[in-house]
């Protein structure tokens, strides 16, 4: 059975629309994206290692320094495995208006990553396996958190390009979220279920593609 390992923030934990500062909430496992994977690939096990409010690279002063996933992605992938196909969905809360970073900057974190998952000792760990980078769709400075992500938006519109250049630099797969759902006006940031479902269904397609080449 083929391994996939999804590796993401709260967008892969599946925290929906934030109506209400302080409320955990998750979606159910069947609504979630990456559930949406697994009933769309039955034949793979699906494993989710989201975190709300991962950074590709930055320990964050107010929330922890275990929310840089460079940490993180070290630790998943000596957690599990093997694995055959790693998605990385990072990136929406690297523009936050307190880290200052361009979309450039962004972009070298997840290089950071990639660095992490390519690494020669990493990949022989799990007898090789295929990455899919993912771009999350640009963010909306609105609704309850808008003001953790000011100026947000114009950074996230430019990072489709810079992850796609990236991603074909390193021999990855590459999937614009942006093309296919938009984030919930609710609160700029978080997907709904419909977009949950659709974001599922590209992922899987994507995966096949990926594995089957």
Not at 13 to 34: A, C, E, F, S
Not at 55 to 60: I, L, M, P, V
Not at 121 to 150: D, K, N, W
Request: a negative charge.
């Amino acid at each position: 059975m083929p391994v996939l390992l999804t590796f993401g923030d709260s967008n892969t934990h599946g925290t929906p629309p934030i109506v209400d500062l302080g409320v955990y909430r998750r979606l159910d496992r069947q609504t979630r994206w990456p559930g949406v994977v697994r009933a769309a690939l039955p034949e793979w096990e699906v494993v989710e290692e989201g975190l709300p409010g991962r950074t590709a690279q930055f320990d964050d002063a107010c929330m922890g320094s275990h929310m840089n996933g460079q940490d993180g992605l070290k630790t998943a992938l000596e957690s599990h495995g093997p694995i055959d196909v790693l998605t990385i969905m990072l990136g929406t809360n690297d523009v936050k208006a307190r880290f200052g970073v361009t979309a450039e900057g962004v972009t070298g974190g997840i290089a950071s990553l990639l660095d992490i998952a390519q690494d020669r000792l990493m990949q022989e760990r799990h007898g090789g396996f295929r990455i899919l980078l993912i771009c999350p769709p640009p963010v909306l400075e609105q609704g309850p958190i808008a003001g953790q992500f000011y100026g947000a938006t114009e950074r996230s519109r430019a990072l489709p390009v810079l992850f796609q250049g990236l991603a074909r630099a390193r021999g990855c797969g590459f999937l614009d979220a942006g093309r296919v759902i938009a984030v919930s006006p609710v609160d700029g940031v978080h997907f709904d279920e419909a977009a949950h479902a659709a974001l599922g269904r590209a992922v899987a397609e994507a995966v096949g593609a990926l594995h089957a080449g």
